[in-house]
């Protein structure tokens, strides 16, 4: 579908608002493009400006004051705003959307639990397998159809250690404070982090090398500046990781505890046990709009262990 972002936008018909959020400074609404369903999202840009000489004037265009008090002022504020330089926000399309991106991007109610490796075999394997197929094309898409080529930052097309390193959809690619990339492996035998072992050690440690080094000398930051991470659960099942500015905190829950683990922790705790991920309980948020919640089953062992510790 190569029909103009823009033209796209002007069709879309307001259905629902699915989420918005303080935090972030973003909405996202569901609404229809001729009959299919199209989720927008939009988000405030954060500033952009030389830190060796901002001007206030520059960035304010009109004020208005809400009130003050001895000291302290506070007005509300129009922000000058330019394409491309200064934009003053970001808005991403999902389109047409499937009920699975409507789910993911609602409003929804989260829970904690803690999944044993029982609970894995069990429920959450065979979900991630359902997973998979036509539902992770696009990934493919990028790997191996060369999609999205034109924004590679780097592409090694060796089919176990190698990698596409990009931008993230996330990042606007004007401002370095809220950098975003994402590394995705070629390989494809390592669904989440419960697949990680001791013989993806090396690989796991060249990878996150590469990625800081590909990233300083590709723009103004340094290796440790960085922040590297993966997703339990990740939004879809092939193995692929996070990289962002450390100065961004603005990502809602994606580096919260409970969803995202650091690369250097992973590698670490492989280390102490080859078999780590595959014998220890791991703890996450998981969301009501989930498919995994939507399992009676899955549902059921979170609060039988709720009950058998006295919880409930």
């Known amino acids: 579908m190569n029909a103009?972002?823009?033209?796209?936008?002007?069709?879309?018909?307001?259905?629902?608002?699915?989420?918005?959020?303080?935090?972030?400074?973003?909405?996202?609404?569901l609404g229809k493009i001729n009959s299919d369903d199209a989720i927008i999202s939009i988000e405030k840009s954060h500033f952009i400006t030389d830190e060796s000489d901002v001007k206030v004037n520059e960035?304010?265009?009109?004020?208005?004051?809400?009130?003050?008090?001895?000291?302290?002022?506070?007005?509300?504020?129009?922000?000058?705003?330019?394409?491309?330089d200064f934009p003053s926000g970001k808005l991403n399309m999902i389109y047409p959307a499937t009920e699975t991106h409507i789910k993911k991007y609602g409003q929804q109610n989260f829970h904690y639990v803690l999944e044993t490796p029982e609970t894995y075999?069990?429920?959450?394997?065979?979900?991630?397998?359902?997973?998979?197929?036509?539902?992770?094309?696009?990934?493919?898409?990028?790997?191996?159809?060369?999609?999205?080529?034109?924004?590679?930052i780097y592409h090694d097309k060796d089919p176990q250690e190698g990698?596409?390193?990009?931008?993230?959809?996330?990042?606007?690619?004007?401002?370095?404070?809220?950098?975003?990339?994402?590394?995705?492996?070629?390989?494809?035998?390592?669904s989440s982090v419960r697949d990680l072992n001791g013989s993806h050690l090396s690989f796991l440690i060249n990878v996150q090398n590469k990625i800081r080094k590909i990233a300083s000398k590709t723009f103004p930051i340094k290796p440790d500046e960085l922040r590297i991470f993966i997703h339990y659960q990740p939004s879809y099942y092939h193995f692929h990781i996070h990289i962002v500015n450390v100065k961004h905190p603005g990502l809602g829950d994606g580096i919260a505890v409970g969803k995202a683990i650091l690369l250097d922790d992973i590698i670490e705790n492989i280390?102490?046990?080859?078999?780590?991920?595959?014998?220890?309980?791991?703890?996450?948020?998981i969301g009501e709009n989930h498919g995994l919640w939507n399992d009676e089953g899955f549902r059921e062992s979170h609060y039988a262990h709720l009950r058998d510790n006295g919880l409930i």
């Open 4 to 29: 103009n972002v823009s033209d796209l936008v002007s069709q879309f018909n307001f259905s629902k608002l699915l989420k918005t959020d303080p935090q972030t400074k973003s909405i996202v609404l």
């Open 121 to 152: 075999q069990k429920f959450v394997k065979p979900y991630i397998e359902s997973m998979k197929g036509d539902r992770i094309k696009w990934v493919y898409n990028i790997l191996f159809e060369g999609k999205e080529s034109e924004t590679f």
């Open 163 to 190: 990698f596409v390193l990009l931008p993230d959809m996330k990042w606007d690619k004007i401002n370095m404070d809220s950098l975003y990339l994402c590394c995705i492996v070629n390989r494809t035998d390592i």
């Open 271 to 285: 280390k102490f046990r080859n078999d780590y991920y595959m014998q220890r309980n791991i703890g996450y948020l």
């Open 59 to 84: 960035l304010v265009e009109n004020l208005q004051i809400i009130n003050h008090n001895d000291v302290y002022y506070w007005s509300l504020a129009l922000l000058a705003q330019s394409l491309p």
